[in-house]
């Protein structure tokens, strides 16, 4: 049921003007390889079809932040992220 609760919420990301994707943050399932991770979303149920939205499976890593400069926080390379003004 994983298409069904996230069909709805790249519909309204795309209403709040939003360009949602797909990403896998699944560690070394599927293989740990991009392939293999899109795979293994498509067997969930996950596609571009099914939610919405481009499924992107690129697991090169980019550090964003820390956590009180001790945990390391990654976000996927494909990932636009923007930080909030304070």
């Known amino acids: 049921g994983?298409?069904?609760?996230v069909r709805p919420?790249?519909?309204h990301l795309r209403?709040?003007?939003a360009e949602p994707f797909v990403f896998p943050a699944m560690g070394c399932h599927g293989g740990g390889t991009s392939d293999g991770q899109k795979a293994t979303l498509a067997h969930l149920g996950?596609?571009?079809s099914t939610v919405g939205c481009p499924v992107i499976s690129d697991i090169e890593p980019r550090?964003?932040?820390a956590t009180g400069?001790?945990?390391?926080?990654f976000i996927a390379a494909t990932a636009r992220w923007t930080t909030p003004s304070a």
């Not at 400069?69 to 926080?73: Q, R, T």
């Open 2 to 5: 994983i298409a069904e609760i």
């Open 9 to 11: 919420a790249v519909g």
């Open 15 to 17: 209403r709040m003007g």
């Open 46 to 48: 996950v596609s571009e």
């Open 63 to 65: 550090q964003i932040g």
């Open 69 to 73: 400069d001790v945990l390391p926080f």
